[in-house]
Nanobody
Framework: QVQLVESGGGLVQAGGSLRLSCAVSGRTFNNYVMGWFRQAPGKERDIVAAISRSSRSTYYADSVKGRFTISRDNAKNTVYLQMNSLKPEDTALYYC?????????????????WGQGTQVTVSS
């Protein structure tokens, strides 16, 4: 098991930017693929972005392509989500998730390690 702690959420106006961080401890970080998910009230938890162990492969949900960037620093055991041009519909609780393996997955059920989440609120 690994422990994940998200940070960087907050309140921002539409068009603004935030950078989320997820610090990982407990196991060898670069053995895990990482994902960012989000969940708005009354909605399911959906994939936002994912990244392979080596950072060679990334995935983005259509709704965030061109605006969000996922990255990882294996030396710092941290994964990031840079969010630009934020929209009110990006408002949600954002979760970091880890899955042991090489290739990323996009389904929440494929991840078995989760952080507590960090709230992102975008005002119009």
């Amino acid at each position: 098991q690994v422990q994940l702690v998200e940070s960087g959420g907050g309140l921002v106006q539409a068009g603004g930017s935030l950078r989320l961080s997820c610090a990982v401890s407990g196991r060898t970080f670069n053995n895990y693929v990482m994902g960012w998910f989000r969940q708005a009230p009354g909605k399911e938890r959906d994939i936002v972005a994912a990244i392979s162990r080596s950072s060679r492969s990334t995935y983005y949900a259509d709704s965030v392509k061109g605006r969000f960037t996922i990255s990882r620093d294996n030396a710092k055991n941290t994964v990031y989500l840079q969010m630009n041009s934020l929209k009110p519909e990006d408002t949600a609780l954002y979760y970091c998730a880890a899955r042991f393996g090489t290739f990323y997955r996009t389904a929440a059920d494929d991840y078995d390690n989760w952080g507590q989440g960090t709230q992102v609120t975008v005002s119009s």
